[in-house]
């Protein structure tokens, strides 16, 4: 049985205004991976088909480019729940029915900021569509929810384009023809590089894949507290379990909020 998951949202409209960025200071938290050294390397398990391998090389290449941190693709180790795999990122696509979400980025999360695994998912439920079927878009959200996996959060929510795939910029409509919001600027990797400026005295990195560890590394495990905050187009879902570790989601909406949200 699928779990299902109550939030709340309400809808934002998108305008096409650009804007450059300030300072970094678009962090998700203090969520960041663990790790003895920099640049490190993060393992993306590639769960992904059609024009999604191309999007999610561009998107791989593209977050390489910090100074702090690579990002390898390597075969993915994922179901068609797109399940995560303790040290590794886990991208996929997959027709995840008409449940209100075009994105959805989730990390766990122990000892309150070190991520230990985490999955970037599209649903092609709404990119089969008219309205989302395009590359730009397609790179926006790609880039975005891989980048949210790393501890980065959105450098805006008002709908305008700061140039970077961590905005919330829509790329359809007037604007499916637009390249801006596609790829991450500078400001993105500034952000990496403070986030990622201190080393920690161990690794939550994969060496090589293995199996999710804890309560929430389990499709069927239930939290014992959830908190849930709401932004409009997007809401952060926090789900706390037994042995300590918490689930982090964002979900990104597609064309319209649910009362009821279903990760597929």
């Not at 290449?61 to 693709?73: C, G, K, L, R, Y």
């Not at 709908?159 to 919001?181: E, K, V």
């Not at 560890?213 to 952060?236: F, L, W």
């Amino acid at each position: 049985m699928k779990r299902l998951l109550i939030l709340l949202a309400a809808g934002a409209a998108c305008s096409a205004i650009a804007a450059a960025p300030a300072a970094a200071n678009h962090s998700w938290g203090t969520y960041h991976w663990a790790r003895t050294a920099n640049p490190f390397t993060l393992k993306a398990g590639q769960n992904v088909t059609g024009d999604w391998v191309a999007h999610s090389a561009t998107a791989n290449t593209d977050w390489s480019t910090s100074t702090v941190m690579d990002v390898a693709p390597v075969l993915g180790s994922s179901n068609k729940r797109c399940s995560m795999t303790a040290g590794t990122v886990q991208v996929c696509n997959r027709t995840y029915g008409n449940n209100g979400w075009l994105g959805l980025a989730t990390i766990n999360i122990t000892g309150g900021t070190h991520i230990t695994q985490g999955s970037a998912k599209m649903n092609d439920t709404y990119f089969n569509t008219a309205t989302y079927n395009n590359l730009n878009e397609k790179l926006h959200v790609m880039c975005q929810e891989v980048g949210h996996t790393f501890g980065l959060g959105h450098t805006s929510e008002d709908g305008t384009s700061q140039n970077t795939c961590m905005d919330y910029f829509s790329n359809t409509g007037a604007n499916a023809t637009s390249t801006l919001s596609t790829h991450p600027n500078q400001h993105d990797y500034d952000q990496l590089a403070t986030t990622y400026a201190h080393l920690d005295a161990t690794a939550t990195l994969a060496a090589t894949s293995a199996p999710s560890p804890g309560m929430a590394g389990r499709s069927d495990a239930q939290p014992y507290r959830s908190e849930r905050s709401d932004h409009g187009s997007h809401s952060v879902l926090r789900e706390y379990f037994a042995d300590g570790t918490v689930r982090v989601t964002d979900v990104r909406w597609a064309n319209g909020p649910r009362t009821v949200i279903d990760r597929g």
